[in-house]
């Protein structure tokens, strides 16, 4: 059993939950996009001062693992460690697209498919059972008509922000679209499996899993 602190800086929004014994208790969200470096700690320092907690009440700080934004993914990374290290904690990591399918269990389909969108008809994808196991490596893919002919005949959820995107192509009338996207509260249940198989991270050494080099323009402006 333990208190965990549940960092999602994946995607646009930025959102924070404390989880107790594998259950959200709390939750906070920033609003807008991009605003992870200047949001994260306060909305960490408003949910614990909801629950009247501090940071040397937690066991660990779980974070999102990626993909998805890589600056995003920077500041939750960097800002887990620093609460690790500082309130030496443990570091948990859960795989961005696993707390994408964990929101979608209730709906009870075969097949889990979660997407991150990765611009244009790219996105970052995985498959997952019913069960929640990944029966593939996490990989990213050029949406076209044939993307997904072998779930054709099975029952599917596509979800996340890149799931839209299958709207382009013909739909089986077994799969669902749902575009919610990665959130705190989600990484609870798995935050809490992995406490308890000790499945922590090296704080010194812990990086993302970015999955493809960062988009960076280079400026065309002379040096001198």
């Known amino acids: 059993m333990a208190l965990i602190l549940c960092l999602e800086t994946s995607a646009k929004a930025c959102t924070v939950a404390i989880a107790k014994d594998g259950v959200s208790i709390v939750q906070r969200s920033a609003g807008g996009e991009w605003k992870h470096s200047k949001m994260v700690t306060l909305l960490i320092q408003e949910a614990l001062e909801e629950v009247q907690l501090s940071l040397k009440d937690l066991d660990a700080v ?39 399918a964990q929101a979608q ?34 990989n990213n893919l050029i949406l076209d008509t044939g993307s997904f002919e072998m779930l054709m005949a099975k029952q599917v959820v596509f979800c996340g922000d890149g799931a839209f995107k299958m709207k382009e192509f013909p739909q089986s009338e077994s799969w669902q679209i749902v575009e919610e996207v990665a959130l705190a509260q989600y990484m609870a249940p798995l935050a809490e499996v992995r406490f308890q198989e000790q499945d922590f991270e090296d704080v010194a050494y812990y990086v993302p899993f970015y999955l493809k080099p960062p988009n960076i323009t280079k400026s065309k402006k002379p040096l001198f």
């Open 105 to 138: 269990l209730y709906i009870g389909k075969e097949y889990i498919v979660p997407m991150i969108d990765a611009r244009r008809m790219e996105v970052y994808y995985n498959i997952y059972d019913s069960s929640l196991q990944p029966i593939q490596e996490t």
């Open 62 to 100: 779980a974070v999102s693992q990626g993909p998805g934004s890589y600056t995003g993914l920077r500041v939750g990374a960097s800002c887990a460690k620093g609460l690790c290290y500082g309130s030496h904690l443990k570091l948990i990591a859960v795989p961005t697209l696993t707390i994408i």
